[in-house]
């Protein structure tokens, strides 16, 4: 089970926002089974684009980038504390 933090740029704007995985771990992000692409898409939904050189990936259907900015592994209980102040929802 892991976190990933995501970096939004909505132009002038920059903030964090976060999702959970029950499947995989920070080792299968750090190995490169699980793709920064993939993450994005399955939150954001559509296609994204991947600027040249950078992590960052643009969002057509929110004209914005977004990256991943970090993944951590997390405990089942570290869950129920980070759904119970609403960073994330199980």
């Known amino acids: 089970m ?3 933090a995501y970096k ?14 029950a499947m995989g771990t920070r080792s299968d992000y750090d190995a490169g089974v699980i793709k920064d692409k993939i993450l994005i ?3 954001y939904g559509g296609e994204v684009e991947q ?8 969002s057509k ?4 980038f977004i990256q991943v900015y970090s993944v951590q ?5 570290e869950l129920d ?3 119970k102040f609403g960073v ?3």
């Open 73 to 77: 592994d997390i405990t089942p209980k």
């Open 81 to 83: 504390v980070l759904d």
């Open 51 to 58: 600027e040249e050189g950078t992590n960052k990936y643009f």
């Open 8 to 21: 939004i740029h909505d132009g002038e704007h920059e903030y964090h926002e976060y999702s959970w995985y």
């Open 2 to 4: 892991f976190l990933v």
């Open 41 to 43: 898409e399955e939150v």
């Open 88 to 90: 994330v929802y199980k």
């Open 61 to 64: 259907d929110w004209d914005t």
